[in-house]
């Protein structure tokens, strides 16, 4: 007998080949402008950001991603991505060390959710 569940199950963690498709990942920092020979001496523009480009390769609306950057943080998009559409999007981010990023989980407009396999 299979035992039923009353929140979503994370079946789709099952499948092998993740829902989306990640085409890029970069964290941007704060810009250091040195003002050599001015009294205000450094100043810094801009933010620390994560930009992303995906897209849905399921067949399924997904409502939010987790991304996990390698400094051990992790990013939330949520919205709803419709399958086959690019995203691009730039995330507000923490000061952080990370430099790149993959995807950690997904949950899909019905509830389920795809998660990577656990490491080590």
């Not at 997904?62 to 991304?67: A, G, H, W």
């Not at 998009?77 to 990023?101: E, H, M, W, Y």
Request: glycine share 8%; proline share 7%; aromatic share 6%.
């Amino acid at each position: 007998m299979i035992p039923v569940f009353g929140a979503p199950v994370l079946a789709a963690a099952l499948s092998a080949q993740a829902p989306v498709k990640l085409a890029a990942c970069r964290v941007t920092a704060p810009v250091a402008n040195l003002h050599m020979g001015r009294d205000i001496g450094t100043t810094y523009s801009g933010d620390y950001a994560l930009h992303v480009r995906f897209s849905d390769v399921s067949r399924r609306p997904i409502k939010r991603v987790v991304f996990a950057l390698n400094d051990g943080s992790t990013v939330t998009d949520a919205g709803t991505f419709s399958p086959g559409v690019k995203i691009r999007q730039t995330l507000d981010l923490s000061p952080t060390n990370g430099d790149s990023c993959d995807i950690r989980s997904v949950t899909f407009s019905d509830g389920t959710r795809w998660t990577t396999a656990p490491t080590g």
